[in-house]
């Protein structure tokens, strides 16, 4: 039943189309929207895994840069810190970019 209902809730939409051609092709966005992504990483796969045997070696140091940048975050949020680093950061946003945010 509550399989049922949310299927509903995907198709909701399809109620307010007002012609059966809208539906269909408010359909096929959603049903595009969903599969096009699982597409382009079946297709992007064999490149990745060739990518991935080259960077392997490099796992362990990036784990620990990153467990670094954790920490050292996670310490600038707890001392307050944080918010003067994204002040500061935001004031060296060049004026174009800000604009467009």
Do not use: H
Request: hydrophobic letters at 55%; glycine letters at 8%; proline letters at 5%.
């Amino acid at each position: 039943m509550a399989n049922q209902l949310y299927a509903l809730t995907l198709y909701k939409p399809l109620d307010y189309a007002e012609t059966v051609q809208r539906g269909i092709g408010l359909l096929f966005a959603y049903s595009a929207g969903l599969g096009v992504p699982f597409l382009l990483s079946a297709l992007a796969l064999g490149a990745f895994l060739r990518f991935f045997k080259r960077f392997r070696p490099f796992i362990p140091i990036v784990e620990r840069a990153a467990g670094v940048i954790l920490i050292v975050v996670g310490v600038l949020v707890f001392s307050g810190y944080y918010v003067t680093l994204n002040s500061w950061a935001a004031a060296l946003t060049p004026e174009w970019i800000q604009r467009r945010l």
